[in-house]
């Protein structure tokens, strides 16, 4: 090596050794991919003597050209999923005024299957439904978790206003992240439970003086974010096997067949309600369980599942002034305030999740 400085670019996770340096003016190393973490390309800089010696070494690190755009894409489908599965609490409390839960969990889901179907044909994906045999029990529980969370969502959306309804829904990234902790070898730090005790205290206050009149609405819609979590976990171990499209039509075919099931043996199918209640329901089986969980699920090749949910916490501020100009009306008083704390505490618990990943 001459006297001078070179620059090697290899990825951050191959640290420099220094004897390989010894003997050659310049090593070039292949970035690698890994999986859930962001893609950076480190430059060591390394002065070196005349016989050869490490005298200094320096390193910069930014993100490789690959991995910005695969953060933009990132980015760019999570919040359109967020925008579209807004639109959830709008359409469904609309419908859910001339269907019960359960009626009306099997038509959403039928008009999403067919909606997914025409998309896997359209776009040549057909030929992937066959799936790897290893995937099966995935994409079995994905769809069980599917129906059983369309039955409790939706009977806690008909109980409840739909702003104060997406304000609880913000445990569902508290879940998303219990669950990776389990399962996908990611951490929770003491430093984490604190923005939990907020949101729990958030809960609280909009619940203080009115569990009599929402309880059983609450009760409901956090039973189905713990279905949601279950459903997003299953779709991170699978989206890299299985494409998004594909994913979609069975989250939402098999949980049509699962509702199906319950719906007769429960005799609750009642399919008594006027054009514009079904045509309202068609489009937001469209918007909701179709195009944005289609935007979502690609979201997951490009970000780890803690990122997404980043985005996803954001849709109450979407859903009051959807709800605002639909129905006139949103949350007041502790109510709001207590949807807005649990906000606050789901933001500081994402950020310090992702913060430990990135560590």
Not at 57 to 71: F, G, M, Y
Not at 162 to 171: D, Q, T, Y
Not at 343 to 352: R, S, T
Request: a positive charge.
């Amino acid at each position: 090596m001459t006297q001078g400085s070179i620059q090697i670019h290899i990825s951050k996770f191959d640290a420099p050794d220094k004897s390989a340096f010894k003997d050659t003016d310049k090593q070039v190393i292949e970035k690698t991919t890994c999986e859930n973490i962001d893609l950076r390309v480190c430059i060591y800089i390394i002065d070196g003597d005349r016989q050869g010696n490490i005298v200094q070494l320096k390193e910069k690190t930014r993100l490789s050209a690959s991995a910005r755009q695969d953060n933009t894409k990132g980015f760019f489908y999570a919040l359109g999923g967020t925008l579209l599965v807004s639109t959830n609490y709008i359409t469904a409390k609309y419908g859910l005024r001339a269907l019960n839960p359960e009626t009306f969990s099997l038509v959403w889901t039928s008009a999403a299957s067919f909606y997914s179907l025409m998309i896997l044909i359209f776009t040549g994906k057909l030929s992937q439904l066959l799936i790897p045999a290893k995937s099966i029990r995935s994409i079995l529980i994905l769809g069980l978790a599917t129906g059983t969370g369309m039955i409790l969502a939706w009977s806690g959306l008909s109980l409840l206003d739909p702003s104060f309804a997406s304000f609880l829904w913000r445990f569902s990234p508290v879940l998303i992240i219990a669950l990776s902790v389990l399962f996908l070898n990611e951490r929770l730090r003491l430093i984490e439970v604190l923005p939990i005790a907020v949101m729990v205290f958030g809960g609280a206050l909009t619940t203080f003086g009115r569990w009599h009149i929402v309880g059983q609405g609450v009760v409901l819609t956090l039973l189905g974010c713990v279905a949601v979590a279950v459903q997003m976990l299953v779709v991170k171990l699978n989206v890299h096997r299985i494409h998004p499209n594909v994913l979609v039509f069975f989250r939402v075919g098999l949980a049509a067949l699962v509702i199906a099931l319950w719906t007769l043996f429960t005799g609750r199918l009642d399919l008594r309600l006027s054009t514009p209640h079904l045509l309202v329901t068609m489009l937001g089986a469209f918007l909701g369980p179709c195009a944005s969980f289609l935007l979502t699920f690609r979201s997951y090749r490009y970000w780890e599942l803690s990122r997404s949910s980043v985005v996803l916490t954001a849709q109450p501020l979407l859903v009051l002034p959807m709800a605002y100009l639909a129905f006139g009306k949103i949350p007041s008083g502790l109510e709001l305030l207590g949807g807005f704390v649990i906000l606050a505490g789901a933001f500081a618990l994402i950020w310090l999740h992702r913060a430990q990943i990135i560590q």
